[in-house]
Structures are given as C-alpha cells and as structure tokens.
C-alpha cells in the first residue's frame, strides 16, 4: 500500500495546494475528487478550529492507496477551540457542514486525538465503478 505524506503551511491559501497535490497524488484515481474534497473540508476544519490556522501553524494530510481503498487523514496541531462533530446548521448558515460532507462521501470516518492534536480519517471504499453506476434520484 503506498502511503504519501505532506505537511502544508497553516494559511488558508495552501487548501488549494493541498487540494493539487491531493489530485496529482492520486493521478486520476477513480476517487481522486472526493477525496481531494475531503482534504479541503478537513484542511478547513484544522485552519479554523486549531493552531493549525496560527502564523506558524501546520496540517498534515497523509493519502494511502490500496487496491480496495483511498484513506485520508488530516492531522491538526493541536490547541483545538472545538471538538470535530458534525452539525446540523440552519439553511442560511455559512458555517458547519464541512464534517457533515465528509462523513456523506466517505465509508467510514473516524476523530482520534484529543485538544493536542486530531487525526480526522475519511476512508473511500469499493470499487469506483460500482458508485458510478449507482441509479441518479
């Protein structure tokens, strides 16, 4: 399983960095987009809620490829003002629906940590032609 590590500066202008580097990682896996959409909703989630977003603040994403799955996982560094959860925000909120879309894409979403640091880790599972034959509603 290759896993694949980066560490990007905690300015919110590195989402999109983190977001390229998670598609050309990827090189057009069939999973490539949901999860580079993941590491900018988590990537959010740890410039807005922990040191990560501090002057000198970092976010960690670490991708790990399988013939069975994609994992993603955002480490934060730590100093949290929240706990991750995922809410439910009122239709004219602008905030609070990042853990939410994540938790919609992925398998399996699992918070380990505490106010030191978290890892949030999205896993997409099964073979992407299965999801793409999926009826549309």
Known sequence: MPTHR??????????????NWTRATLDEHPHSEDAALI?????????MHTASGDD???F????TVSELAVTIAVTDSGDAKTSPA???PS??????RG?????????RVVV?????????????????ELRESAPCS
């Open 6 to 19: 980066h560490t990007f500066p905690g300015d919110p202008q590195e989402l999109r960095a983190a977001r």
């Open 39 to 47: 590491v900018t909703e988590l990537g959010t989630n740890a410039l």
């Open 56 to 58: 000198a603040g970092t």
């Open 60 to 63: 960690h994403v670490t991708l």
């Open 86 to 88: 995922i809410q439910h």
């Open 91 to 96: 239709p004219n909120s602008t905030h609070g």
């Open 99 to 107: 853990l939410g879309m994540v938790s919609a894409l992925a398998d």
């Open 112 to 128: 380990q940590g505490d106010d030191s640091g978290r890892t949030v880790t999205a896993e997409l599972r099964g073979r992407a």
